[in-house]
């Protein structure tokens, strides 16, 4: 079966940087792409990007970038996102999921991870 | 980059039906913005409901209907259940980029 599993909650001081990896098993990973999302407390869900596993591009919300490096790792299956000089408002619960589109364009997102708590807190 | 508008909160009796919306600060909604709903329960992942406007995942409820309606991309529930109430938001896909909806929480009351 299809899961997506994430790595567990980080705690961070302002200013370091953090890494949440997203272990996909039960498909052909290279033929989905993995996206990051994010939950702050009291706010919605924001996208902040994509990776596309086969290729290795990236897609990035224009707010993040700078600061998000999204990268994967085909032989072991697993994207990663990493954030850096965090600040409190970067406090959320990050989740990946993933879309079908790598090979035929059908924007249809599906699976998700279970989410990854990662506090910023000095 | 356009914002994208849900309805805050709405609120159905149950077996009633509601249509949530989501619409775009900068034009219409159409079926090349893919929209994709989701459903998120407290303490929970989102749950994928709809992708590409209308088609459903093998385990959305039959209730779940997505469309386009006036420009919005719409989710309608059909005979609202109680397990129902959650937060709903909208994915759609815009210049090149994804935009969340900011989400409707809607209580079934």
């Known amino acids: 079966q299809v899961q997506l599993v994430e790595s567990g909650a980080e705690v961070k001081k302002p200013g370091a940087s953090v890494k949440v990896s997203c272990k996909a098993s039960?498909?052909?990973?290279?033929?989905?792409?993995v996206h990051w999302v994010r939950r702050a407390p009291g706010q919605g869900l924001e996208w902040m990007g994509c990776v596309n596993p086969y290729s290795g591009a990236t897609n990035y919300a224009q707010k993040f970038r700078g600061r998000v490096t999204m990268t994967r790792d085909t032989s072991i299956s697993t994207t990663y996102m990493e954030l850096s000089s965090l600040r409190s408002d970067d406090t959320a619960v990050y989740y990946c999921a993933r879309e079908l589109g790598v090979v035929v364009a059908a924007r249809k997102f599906d699976y998700w991870g279970q989410g990854t708590l990662v506090t910023v807190s000095s | 980059q356009t914002v994208v508008t849900q309805e805050p909160s709405l609120t159905v009796s149950p077996g009633g039906t509601v249509t949530l919306t989501c619409g775009s600060s900068?034009?219409?909604?159409?079926?090349?913005?893919?929209p994709n709903w989701f459903q998120q329960k407290p303490g929970q992942a989102p749950r994928a409901l709809i992708y590409?406007?209308?088609n459903k995942h093998s385990w959305t409820p039959a209730r779940f209907s997505g469309s386009l309606l006036g420009g919005k991309a719409a989710l309608t529930l059909s005979g609202v259940q109680p397990e129902d109430e959650a937060e709903y938001y909208c994915?759609?896909?815009?210049?090149?980029?994804?935009?969340f909806g900011g989400g409707t929480k809607l209580t079934v009351l």
């Open positions: 994915l759609v896909y815009y210049d090149g980029a994804w935009v």
């Open positions: 039960g498909y052909t990973f290279t033929d989905y792409f």
């Open positions: 900068t034009g219409a909604f159409t079926s090349v913005h893919y």
């Open positions: 590409s406007t209308s």
